[in-house]
């Protein structure tokens, strides 16, 4: 399970470095909520190099601990941001590339604190962590995993968001 979860960490890291790359504008929106406008800009560009590098160093292998530790400390950072813009009433952070209209920051901070919590069973782990094996059902398996977890959480959302939506109707 351990290697299953550093490669749904790796995923996560890559996919929101990417959206956010993609997405500069919805990025850059959100953060002028969040920060002074001067760090705007930096902090734009310099997130998702570090989301990359991260995922990087977590699918290397390389300083594994350390780059667990670093995950933690970034999960915990965009969870504090998520709920300052819970407080401030900003809709979306814009962490995957989604549109304002279609993400709230209590589902990112309960995802992160999720991905906190297996990070830190990760990093209890001696030694260090492989995902990669000979084993190819293994790998498969892990590669389950991850996908399986990504479709549900997708899938919780969307259940979530609809109830809503249809508890709105009524009232």
Known sequence: MPGAIILLLVTVFVIAAIAKLRAKDAFRTVLRGLLPRPLVGPVAAVVPMIELALGAFLLSGITQKKALECAIIMLAAFTLALAVMWWRGIKGCACFGEAANTATTGSGMVRNIIL????????????????????????????????????????????????????NDFS
């Open 116 to 167: 906190i919590g297996a990070t830190l069973l990760v990093a209890r782990e001696p030694g260090p962590i492989a995902f990669w094996s000979p084993d190819v059902s293994a790998v498969l398996g892990r590669l389950t995993v991850v996908v399986g977890a990504l479709c549900l959480w997708a899938c919780a959302v969307a259940l979530v968001n609809q109830r809503k939506i249809y508890f």
